[in-house]
């Protein structure tokens, strides 16, 4: 083990850590992590950016910015990340158009363990059409409530399934 400067206070600190124990300030080696751009690029974007770990240049988390967008931090039409932002996204937190994760918000759709979206479907969701064990909005339907105008709504889309809530209200 050596010791190295920390590029950020100058605090000595061992190579083999992840980051500055005083500052907090990440350092590479260890996480260098994996990029890949495709060549075709639309809207001065890569079509396909996949990237997570460090940047060694900067020492910052690398973030995927593309058409198709795959990292820890990701951004992009179709974004899949721990945290991710795209017009559809998918991930740990996830915010978009159409956002699917275990946080998701999404202006149009958002489904996860905690989804917050004009339509939301999760755990816990808060949407004008909220539907879930939770659900709570203008339209609500779910373990605690019953709306009949979210019913007729989440029924034309998901059929038959939503019967099991209407059901459960009778015990
Ligand atoms: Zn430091």
Same mark, same amino acid.
């Given at each position: &083990?050596?010791?190295?400067?920390c @590029?950020?206070?100058?605090?000595?600190?061992?190579d +083999?850590a992840? &980051?500055? @124990?005083k500052? !907090? #300030?990440?350092?590479?080696?260890? !996480? &260098? /992590?994996?990029?890949? &751009?495709?060549?075709?690029t $639309? #809207?001065? $974007? @890569?079509?396909?950016h996949?990237?997570?770990?460090?940047?060694?240049s900067?020492? +910052?988390p +690398?973030?995927?910015?593309?058409?198709i967008?795959?990292g820890n931090?990701?951004?992009?039409?179709?974004?899949? /990340? %721990?945290?991710?932002f795209?017009?559809?996204?998918?991930?740990?937190?996830?915010?978009?158009?159409?956002?699917? /994760?275990?946080?998701?918000v999404?202006?149009?759709?958002a489904?996860?363990?905690?989804?917050?979206g004009?339509?939301?479907i999760?755990? %816990?969701?808060?949407?004008?059409?909220a539907?879930?064990?939770g659900a #709570? %909005?203008v339209? @609500? $339907?779910? /373990?605690n409530?019953?709306?009949?105008?979210a019913?007729?709504?989440f029924?034309s889309?998901?059929?038959?399934w939503?019967?099991? #809530?209407?059901?459960? +209200?009778?015990r």
């Amino acid at each position: &083990m050596a010791l190295i400067e920390c @590029p950020d206070c100058n605090n000595q600190i061992s190579d +083999r850590a992840v &980051m500055c @124990p005083k500052c !907090g #300030f990440p350092i590479s080696g260890r !996480g &260098m /992590g994996y990029e890949y &751009m495709s060549e075709a690029t $639309l #809207f001065g $974007l @890569p079509l396909v950016h996949i990237a997570n770990g460090l940047d060694p240049s900067t020492g +910052r988390p +690398r973030i995927a910015k593309g058409i198709i967008a795959i990292g820890n931090i990701a951004v992009g039409g179709l974004a899949v /990340g %721990g945290l991710s932002f795209g017009v559809i996204s998918f991930g740990g937190l996830a915010l978009g158009l159409v956002a699917l /994760g275990g946080a998701a918000v999404g202006l149009l759709l958002a489904l996860g363990g905690l989804a917050i979206g004009l339509v939301a479907i999760g755990g %816990g969701a808060i949407g004008y059409y909220a539907l879930g064990g939770g659900a #709570f %909005g203008v339209h @609500p $339907l779910g /373990g605690n409530a019953q709306d009949p105008q979210a019913i007729e709504f989440f029924k034309s889309y998901l059929g038959p399934w939503i019967e099991q #809530f209407q059901r459960g +209200r009778g015990r």
